[in-house]
T-cell receptor, first 109, second 114 residues
Framework: GQNIDQPTEMTATEGAIVQINCTYQTSGFNGLFWYQQHAGEAPTFLSYNVLDGLEEKGRFSSFLSRSKGYSYLLLKELQMKDSASYLCAVSDSNYQLIWGAGTKLIIKP | DTAVSQTPKYLVTQMGNDKSIKCEQNLGHDTMYWYKQDSKKFLKIMFSYNNKELIINETVPNRFSPKSPDKAHLNLHINSLELGDSAVYFC?????????????FGSGTQLSVL
């Protein structure tokens, strides 16, 4: 079956760095997405990786290793507004998105 | 200028009732979706339409019927609501393309069936 695993919850301190991991097993691979979802709101797109390596976008970076079925989202200089759930999703061979359950990130002052 | 708008935001209803959720996007996208997010926060695709035609229909009870009058609208009608239908329902759209595209989500409809 298809599976996306990511930690349920993480806690970090304002100003620090946090890495949220995602491992996947899917039938085919056409890219990996990270979305941010604040409580009670819709998910919003953060990043997309289809080739191995690191994609940097401001304070957020996303890494992909296709051979390991692994990605991480790196958040630097954490701010209180970064408290949210972070969803990992993989596009499979049929271009259907398979979603993880999300990692709830709690930022403490 | 809301890109993907869905109404209502909250829907509280009794078991057995029939209800509809409306969705509209003004992004000019060809593909629209309905997702269900349960209490464990898993997002599961229910339906996908491309240019008014159904392209994905996951294992969803036939009490759920999507309707796309044009490519900017995808409404969801639910018959004979059950307790297990309580969830947040998200409409989404994506631009045309040959590969995976990022999704633009509506603000969600929290459905509570009593």
């Amino acid at each position: 079956g298809q599976n996306i695993d990511q930690p349920t919850e993480m806690t970090a301190t304002e100003g620090a760095i946090v890495q949220i991991n995602c491992t996947y097993q899917t039938s085919g691979f056409n890219g990996l997405f990270w979305y941010q979802q604040h409580a009670g709101e819709a998910p919003t797109f953060l990043s997309y990786n289809v080739l191995d390596g690191l994609e940097e976008k401001g304070r957020f970076s996303s890494f992909l290793s296709r051979s390991k079925g692994y990605s991480y989202l790196l958040l630097k200089e954490l701010q209180m507004k970064d408290s949210a759930s972070y969803l990992c999703a993989v596009s499979d061979s049929n271009y259907q998105l398979i979603w993880g359950a999300g990692t709830k990130l709690i930022i403490k002052p | 200028d809301t890109a993907v708008s869905q109404t209502p935001k909250y829907l509280v209803t009794q078991m057995g009732n029939d209800k509809s959720i409306k969705c509209e996007q003004n992004l000019g996208h060809d593909t629209m979706y309905w997702y269900k997010q349960d209490s464990k926060k898993f997002l599961k695709i229910m339906f996908s339409y491309n240019n008014k035609e159904l392209i994905i229909n996951e294992t969803v009870p036939n009490r759920f019927s999507p309707k796309s009058p044009d490519k900017a609208h995808l409404n969801l009608h639910i018959n004979s609501l059950e307790l297990g239908d309580s969830a947040v329902y998200f409409c989404a759209s994506s631009p045309p393309g040959q590969g995976p595209e990022k999704l633009f989500f509506g603000s969600g409809t929290q459905l509570s069936v009593l």
